[in-house]
């Protein structure tokens, strides 16, 4: 029988080589060729009776037995792919149509066994040296000694065994996988044993899971669960004790919507089996359980013992809606009884949140006490605005609150748009030296930038500032622009700390950089754009971000109100808070009720201090209120007014 015969009866058994691969033809599935951008969308469809599989998406093409061998194999060469089908399908005046098979025999004889491919880790495993890829991953030595992890210096790519039968390669210089063999799990006998074991989609997210000394088991897929699911649906036949239950599984898939989707799906089937399961989510700032690894590994180890602590996930029976047609008659005392049920319901669910300790209330302190009172103990989650004309100190109080934040131990993102990171030390030192309570004298800012030319009188107190400012100043982060926008900024933030930062500081608002598409925007447009932007931002990662924003001039002659905000786009709709700063009574100079001199704006910068007010306008977890504030420009610092201060 002749080759080209021959080739169109292995044709045959495609469907027999993709179940083997681990697929479920009743279903879509991924594109198997490695080419195809998009690897997690089930784009590809078996085409039974035509012994083909097609791609209905980017490839838009159809495959046969030996396209998908040339896939798997890693090779392009037709004489190759048929070498390896006959190898394992057998070949020549023994082979038999696979059709022919099922008519002659309820029982077809089974094809070889895939090839081994064992004998080829060894060399790969030696070359290991020859790349950083796995420590850079954070995978130690043991690891990588434990399942003999290598590297193809010739294909630039390093290798992962899973079995005999199946490894992984992955491009070191790109995100390109390719599989050699038939999908399996890694680390499938971690599944008899009693320890609690994580399952990730990728063998990196279980090798990064079982460095910390955790079970792990890799899907090598989401669409791969059936080489799972079966030992588990046969569990008790599996193993030699008998009635033993699987160990506790947690689902750790990719921290993205198809992974959440997958997560769900897979939890409804770990349910139908009744296997006892977690479903965590990573925290927003990971991608998947190896970034984690790679960016705080303390963090990661202790965020997955805290996950072993929860609740699994019980089999139950979801009860089919109700659905109620519209009718004009009045409702029966059935369904009267089903809302006042669904009421209580929801009150209970209030009650358990806010009552029974699952409810925290999260505040961080200013550090300004008057302030902290009016905002019920401190920021919450939510977008602050600090307004005022120029000059007023709202960078100095900003930077004042910034350093008290910090020095309570919290994490503060300081965004510099339009002083320098050095001019912020400086009004930093200044500030600490100016509101020190000790005898020693206080320095401005240009002083400390002389330092080296100070009397020796001005050195004891700036010293003493830098040693206050040492003990807290890991926690105070100073950001002199924002490089691809302000999720950007906040994901580098958790690469170089592990957590989003405790509060944003922005200074400020109407110098931001547009928001990609508004090029051509109006200012006030920019303006709206960049608080929607600022406030989704603060409820995604549930911290406070308190923005500066320049108001008009005609607030140099008349007190501020909502209607200064409005002026300068849409701020008051947006943000959840509004503050601002203003001469001391400035209300009652307007209205004239203060009378025997003339308020003179001017005559404010003559004074060795200023007196001010700090005024909030809007607050949703807080009151409104005036706060009487003494600001010493030239030492950089405020001090909120007791009444035998202030001004009579």
């Not at 896939?71 to 792919?81: A, K």
């Not at 409005?566 to 959840?576: L, M, N, Q």
């Not at 503050?579 to 005559?603: C, K, P, R």
């Amino acid at each position: 029988m002749d080759r080209d015969r021959n080739s169109e009866r292995l044709k045959e058994y495609l469907e027999d080589y993709l179940i083997k691969r681990g697929l479920d033809l009743r279903n879509n599935f991924p594109c198997l060729n490695p080419e195809h951008a998009d690897a997690n969308t089930p784009s590809m469809a078996y085409w039974k009776g035509h012994n083909k599989v097609r791609c209905f998406g980017q490839c838009d093409r159809t495959f046969d037995l030996f396209d998908i061998i040339g896939f798997d194999y890693g090779t392009s060469d037709f004489l190759e792919q048929l070498e390896i089908a006959e190898r394992l399908y057998g070949k020549g005046e023994n082979l038999t149509s696979a059709n022919e098979n099922k008519r002659k025999s309820k029982a077809r004889k089974e094809p070889p066994p895939p090839p081994d491919f064992s004998s080829l880790y060894p060399a790969y495993h030696a070359q290991l040296g020859k790349t950083t890829y796995f420590t850079e991953r954070g995978l130690g030595p043991e690891i990588q000694e434990r399942f003999s992890l290598g590297y193809d210096e010739a294909a630039k790519a390093v290798v992962i065994p899973i079995s005999s039968r199946y490894y992984i390669t992955r491009k070191t210089k790109e995100k390109a996988y390719r599989n050699y063999g038939s999908v399996e799990p890694l680390n499938l006998a971690a599944l008899y044993q009693a320890d609690p074991v994580f399952i990730t989609e990728s063998a990196i997210d279980a090798l990064s899971v079982l460095e910390l000394g955790f079970q792990a088991i890799a899907l090598n897929g989401t669409p791969h669960q059936k080489p799972l699911l079966d030992p588990l649906e046969k569990y008790p036949q599996k193993i030699s004790t008998p009635g033993a239950k699987p160990p506790l599984l947690v689902i750790l898939f990719d921290n993205d919507p198809p992974g959440h989707k997958a997560a769900l799906e897979f939890s409804d089937k770990l349910i139908a089996l009744k296997v006892p399961h977690i479903k965590p989510e990573l925290p927003k700032w990971y991608e998947d359980p190896n970034q984690a690894l790679k960016l705080h590994k303390r963090n990661f180890k202790a965020l997955l013992e805290d996950i072993l602590g929860m609740e699994p996930e019980e089999p139950q029976q979801t009860p089919k809606a109700e659905i109620m047609k519209p009718t004009q008659n009045p409702p029966t005392q059935a369904q009267e009884d089903r809302k006042e049920t669904a009421r209580k319901a929801q009150l209970s669910g209030f009650q358990d949140i806010f009552f029974h300790g699952e409810y925290k209330d999260s505040y961080i302190p200013t550090g300004f006490k008057a302030l902290d009172e009016l905002l019920y103990d401190g920021l919450r989650e939510g977008l602050y605005m600090l307004g005022a004309v120029s000059s007023m100190g709202k960078t100095t109080y900003s930077i004042q609150m910034a350093h008290q934040i910090a020095e309570q131990g919290h994490s503060v993102a300081y965004i510099a748009l339009e002083q320098g990171r050095e001019e912020i030390l400086a009004k930093s030192l200044s500030m600490l030296t100016g509101s020190q309570e000790d005898n020693s004298y206080p320095a401005s800012a240009r002083e400390i930038r002389r330092y080296s030319l100070l009397p020796e009188h001005y050195r004891p107190g700036i010293q003493r500032a830098r040693e206050r400012l040492s003990k807290y100043a890991a926690n105070l982060f100073i950001y002199e622009e924002i490089e691809g926008g302000m999720h950007s900024l906040v994901k580098n933030h958790i690469a170089e700390t592990g957590e989003p930062p405790s509060v944003i500081f922005i200074d400020y608002l109407q110098i931001m950089p547009k928001p990609l598409g508004f090029s051509s925007a109006q200012d006030k447009q920019i303006v709206d754009a960049n608080v929607n932007m600022l406030r989704r931002l603060a409820r995604e990662y549930h911290i406070p971000i308190l923005a500066l924003s320049i108001l008009s001039r005609t607030y140099y002659s008349k007190p501020l109100t909502l209607q200064a905000y409005k002026e300068t786009g849409g701020i008051e709709a947006g943000a959840d808070y509004l503050l601002g700063l203003q001469a001391y009574n400035m209300a009652e100079w307007a209205s004239g009720a203060v009378t025997g001199a003339i308020y003179d704006f001017h005559s404010l910068y003559k004074q060795e201090y200023r007196d001010l007010e700090l005024v909030i306008l809007k607050a949703r977890n807080g009151v409104p209120g005036t706060i009487p504030l003494r600001y010493y420009p030239k030492f950089n610092f405020f001090n909120e007014m007791k009444p035998e201060d202030m001004p009579r």
